[in-house]
């Protein structure tokens, strides 16, 4: 049965201790629930509730050791449900029917592929020794898959004598026994159960499989793993997808284990054939992979695919941040620099190894961010880099002081260089396929000399305080005049605070967006004024103004801004969007309430709960991301969330109706199961009387850009039945738009609906 964490909590003993290792017991209870600790890690549950909860939190599959790997233990089918436990392996085959040549080059082969990706090493895993009919020459094989090392073999024979012979032989390498059937199953289980060794079993169809595992059990054998090939790739297909299914989904723990799929019997030694398949049985869902052979080419798209599918898709794959020498690099090479998000570590660090110039790497922490994602959320800033030079004493490890940047980011050269002014920091290109030209032809080297040759002697430089009050004064002196432009014709109008309307917030003021950071770099008004007009003219109620990290002016350029939009637009009320928290003060000094208070985006439950503080102290509303670290697991996680954001709001003064609820909207491509959990999550927000918000489009990223509109409005209408009070959206999208006032009619929001129907 499906046990919730709160039933689990209810039993646990509340005392916060942190010794399972969770900051809270309720943390923990829903860890347990969702099967990613067992209920005896608490050291102080009770025995009555450890024995009435352990079988229930049980994975319904489960968890079988194979040499140093794991197999099984799943409570899902699909890994966007939630992250997949134990990937599957793979093995290569070896037979009685190959001469002594084919023996030792298929040997030779399975040593070959052995390399390391994203700090996992990926190899042959297993290997498969087939037995054709020859006894004696099928245990020498064995011996000889064993002498391998680092491998599994898996014992292919449904001789009993001969499968006797070949465990004794290398028991020691804890083979996998696989043959066992209807007519031999006894006889096996007794060699496998002796040896301590893992069982597969076979059968003529589901049904003589789930009897002869229900009988293996009986006799206490559950250490087994079922080969689900069939004659036909399609029965192969439905057996593997049937017997997950049956486990995960009906309950019947029978079919609990994990499942050998035989590519070579399936695909009669077609290798493309073979690779295709093995692609497909990475995903549906053979725990082991038999294959005839597995070179590089095989290797490097499966094994690539099987590591993305089996990562937590909650959370970025990242690399570890460091100084990663390319090319045999030395510490008098230069340096290169780049985020952990580990899809631009691999392009990048393909490109420079392609090179072939000498250079070190430097991957700095972003959260598993792309490049201009990070920058946007202030998570790649001179400020970070900084301090990962400093961490890593990079002063002293690197002799050569010249520092390539990204060319997507080159906004953040003035900054770092005042921060780093020993090194030259140079502007690299702006997409990774551009390195191999920019490197080889030595662009870097001139750049390099003229910002040595460009810098100013040293000077004394006062260190900022944080947290020292803001000098106004100077920040308006700072910035340029303000000119009103009468072509605009984009007036707001006023809204009524009280009114249940939706509320938009219009999203295409955003330093992500090349002609944007270009107007917010150079303090142009006109691209920023013209967004903001279309958005207006569209029916915007908030315009979000995003200025990224901006650490040397963020102030300075957030009053500018402001001041910008409001008095171009008859104090069009904003949502000031910064990781710079003075920048957001200074914004919130000029800011004129006239036509509606200013929104801070964004608080969460982890190390930006600090907005709410800001929001309090200057009577402003706060968008609040139901988060801490990565996206909430499920809704009870994002509801402990909301109430630990709520409860600091309202001690601090603030209205519970000045906190908007985020439950951050998941892409629809690859999370499509949890869209249903965000709209529960909103239902449960308007069930306790709190407004709510997002990032609505962030649904359609991915998606082709004639679908985006039609995704987006259908999701606006499903969260606003919901009670979804506001969305970050693309106003000029006229579907969405008409969408949402729609939606205002049938939910009784919009008065006089006539004019808006012209009936």
């Not at 693309?730 to 808006?756: A, G, H, Q, V």
Request: net charge negative; aromatic share 6%; proline share 4%.
């Amino acid at each position: 049965m499906a046990v919730k964490g709160l039933d689990i909590f209810k039993l646990s003993p509340k005392k916060n201790c942190k010794e399972c290792g969770s900051p809270t017991c309720m943390a923990f209870c829903m860890k347990v629930a969702q099967g990613a600790v067992e209920i005896t890690k608490c050291p102080y549950m009770s025995a009555e509730a450890v024995a009435l909860l352990s079988e229930a939190t049980a994975p319904p599959m489960k968890t079988i050791t194979v040499g140093e790997h794991k197999l099984g233990g799943e409570t899902v089918m699909m890994r966007h449900e939630k992250t997949l436990v134990n990937r599957n392996l793979f093995a290569a085959t070896l037979c009685t029917c190959m001469d002594d040549a084919k023996v030792e080059e298929r040997i030779e082969g399975i040593k070959k592929v052995d390399y390391e990706r994203i700090g996992e090493r990926e190899m042959v895993e297993c290997v498969f020794v087939h037995d054709a009919g020859d006894s004696a020459k099928f245990v020498e094989l064995c011996k000889k898959a064993a002498a391998i090392g680092d491998r599994t073999v898996i014992i292919d024979t449904k001789d009993v004598d001969t499968a006797k012979v070949a465990v004794e032989a290398i028991k020691d390498n804890k083979p996998i026994l696989n043959g066992a059937n209807k007519d031999n199953f006894a006889a096996m289980n007794e060699i496998a159960t002796a040896a301590g060794i893992v069982l597969g079993v076979h059968g003529a169809d589901l049904s003589e499989l789930h009897d002869i595992v229900a009988e293996l059990e009986k006799a206490g054998n559950k250490n087994l793993i079922l080969d689900v090939t069939a004659e036909t790739i399609k029965e192969t297909f439905a057996n593997a997808v049937l017997v997950r299914r049956t486990a995960i989904k009906d309950g019947d723990r029978t079919f609990g284990y994990p499942s050998i799929v035989n590519l070579g019997v399936l695909c009669d030694h077609n290798e493309h054939l073979e690779t295709a398949l093995a692609s497909v049985f990475v995903l549906k869902y053979g725990s082991i992979i038999v294959m005839d052979k597995i070179g590089y080419a095989e290797a490097l798209p499966l094994y690539g695919l099987r590591q993305n599918i089996f990562t937590d898709p909650q959370k970025p794959m990242k690399v570890a941040p460091g100084i990663y020498p390319i090319n045999g690099a030395t510490p008098d090479d230069p340096c290169a620099l780049t985020v952990d998000f580990a899809l631009t570590y691999f392009l990048v660090s393909g490109e420079l190894e392609r090179s072939k110039v000498p250079i070190n790497l430097l991957i700095t922490d972003a959260s598993g961010m792309s490049v201009l994602t990070a920058w946007a959320a202030g998570k790649f800033s001179s400020t970070s880099v900084k301090k990962f030079f400093d961490e890593f004493d990079l002063a002293n490890k690197i002799n050569n002081r010249t520092l390539i940047i990204p060319g997507k980011v080159a906004v953040m050269k003035g900054e770092i260089q005042d921060k780093l002014p020993e090194w030259n920091v140079v502007v690299g290109t702006r997409e990774a396929v551009e390195l191999v030209k920019y490197l080889k032809d030595g662009e870097y080297k001139a750049a390099a000399e003229a910002a040595a040759a460009s810098k100013k002697p040293a000077e004394a430089k006062k260190t900022v305080d944080a947290d020292a009050p803001l000098d106004f004064e100077k920040i308006a002196a700072s910035i340029p005049a303000i000119k009103i432009r009468d072509d605009l014709d984009a007036h707001y109008k006023q809204r009524d605070p009280e009114s249940p309307k939706f509320v938009t917030i219009g999203e295409r003021i955003h330093c992500i967006s090349p002609v944007i950071r270009e107007a917010m770099a150079t303090f142009n008004p006109d691209p920023i004024l013209e967004r903001a007009a279309q958005q207006i003219k569209a029916g915007a109620t908030y315009l979000d103004v995003n200025i990224g990290p901006a650490e040397s002016n963020g102030p300075e350029l957030m009053t500018w801004a402001v001041k910008l939009l409001q008095e171009n637009f008859n104090n069009v009320p904003l949502a000031l969007d910064t990781a710079n928290k003075k920048a957001i003060e200074a914004g919130i000094k000029v800011y004129n309430r006239t036509n509606g208070k200013p929104i801070v985006n964004s608080a969460d439950a982890g190390s930006r709960i600090s907005y709410i503080d800001l929001a309090a102290a200057n009577d402003a509303i706060c968008v609040a991301l139901c988060s801490a670290d990565g996206i909430a697991k499920d809704n009870e996680e994002r509801m402990m969330h909301c109430h630990h954001m709520l409860e600091r709001g309202l001690s601090l003064g603030m209205e519970a109706t000045d906190l908007w609820f985020d439950p951050l909207f998941l892409v629809v491509k690859g999370m499509q199961d949890k869209q249903m959990d965000v709209l529960n999550a909103i239902k449960l927000f308007a069930d306790e009387g709190l407004k709510s918000t997002g990032g609505l489009s962030n649904n359609s990223n991915g998606a082709p850009k004639t679908l985006r509109p039609i995704m987006d409005s259908a999701l606006v209408a499903m969260a606003m039945m919901q009670g979804l009070t506001s969305a970050i959206v693309n106003p000029n999208d006229l579907r969405l738009m008409e969408t949402i006032k729609s939606c205002d009619i049938f939910k009784n929001n919009e008065l006089y609906s006539d004019s808006y129907l012209e009936i």
